[in-house]
């Protein structure tokens, strides 16, 4: 779910995650049919708003019902996510809302082949987003390696500060 909204997004995108929101509370609470149906509405809402696509199509993995309905689905979110992903003027928040539209995706859509016999397919995906998470963690990898040798640098330092003698 959303821990804040962009301010750049249409009022139909805002709306779509409302409803979003709600269906998933009724999904946590395994009212599926009711989480599907106000998923559908947020698309209905907001049809280029790649992430009701993907909601709903975990809810129908959930119930392990419609499994072509959920690859549609999924097959959408990652379209419309990599499309608009493709401006070059895009809000950082937003950014990372597709970006983790795709990180959702992929490895649902993965399952999903996976559940109907296509392992090629699920690897394909499972693939995507390792190759997604090496280039989009560059600050993170970044970070890491200082961390390391910060860490490194201050275990070099006490042990030589337990090796000296006392005076």
């Excluded at 301010?7 to 139909?12: E, F, G, K």
């Excluded at 149906?37 to 790649?50: E, G, H, R, Y």
Aim: charged residues 30%.
């Amino acid at each position: 779910t959303y821990k804040s909204i962009p301010p750049v997004l249409s009022d139909a995108e805002k709306k779509a995650i409302d409803l979003e929101k709600e269906g998933v509370k009724f999904a946590e609470v395994g009212q599926l049919e009711e989480a599907i149906k106000l998923f559908t509405q947020a698309i209905d809402v907001a049809p280029n708003w790649p992430s009701s696509y993907n909601n709903r199509a975990q809810a129908y993995r959930i119930k392990n019902e419609h499994l072509n309905l959920a690859l549609d689905d999924l097959n959408k979110a990652i379209e419309l996510a990599r499309e608009q992903l493709k401006c070059h003027d895009i809000d950082p928040g937003k950014r990372r809302i597709l970006e983790n539209v795709l990180k959702q995706a992929y490895p649902q859509r993965g399952l999903v082949k996976k559940d109907k016999g296509d392992i090629d397919g699920c690897n394909s995906d499972f693939q995507k987003l390792k190759e997604m998470s090496q280039t989009q963690n560059y600050y993170s990898k970044l970070c890491h390696e200082a961390v390391t040798e910060m860490m490194r640098n201050a275990t070099q330092f006490d042990n030589k500060s337990q090796n000296k003698p006392n005076k």
